[in-house]
């Protein structure tokens, strides 16, 4: 059964850090793409983060840039993101997401779309204060 789960998160002062882990179990981790998504209320729940799971090649939403890092453990199958210099403007549901990678063998990358993922943790809770 093809699961992800996350883990972390929770409440912090702007200005504050925090990081949020997704353990992949069940799914082939290689050469795939594990994503970060979120969703504020009354908004559409848009891209922060992915990472290419066989090369290491990222990418980050603007509003990010600079501030949230992903990495991950394959051994481990897990993908975190650590997020530092926290805004109020980030408080979200995140959620951890995974599927396939795109383009040639030599320069696999991974979408920005969350309709390219196809599988999704339940999300967790972020919290910054001002």
């Known amino acids: 059964q093809r699961q992800l789960v996350e883990s972390g998160g929770g409440s912090v002062q702007a200005g504050g850090s925090l990081r949020v882990s997704c353990t992949a179990s069940?799914?082939?981790?290689?050469?795939?793409?594990m994503g970060w998504f979120r969703q504020a209320p009354g908004k559409e729940r848009e891209g922060v983060a992915a990472?290419?799971?066989?090369?290491?090649?990222?990418y980050y939403a603007d509003s990010v840039k600079g501030r949230f890092t992903i990495s991950q453990d394959n051994g481990k199958n897990r993908v975190y993101l650590q997020m530092n210099r926290l805004k109020p403007e980030d408080t979200a549901m995140y959620y951890c997401?995974?599927?396939?990678?795109?383009?040639?063998?030599?320069?696999?990358?991974?979408?920005?779309?969350?309709?390219?993922?196809?599988?999704w943790g339940q999300g967790i809770q972020v919290t910054v204060s001002s």
């Open positions: 990472i290419y799971s066989s090369g290491g090649s990222t």
């Open positions: 997401a995974a599927g396939p990678s795109w383009g040639p063998s030599w320069g696999r990358y991974c979408s920005r779309g969350e309709a390219d993922f196809e599988y």
């Open positions: 069940g799914y082939t981790y290689s050469n795939k793409c």
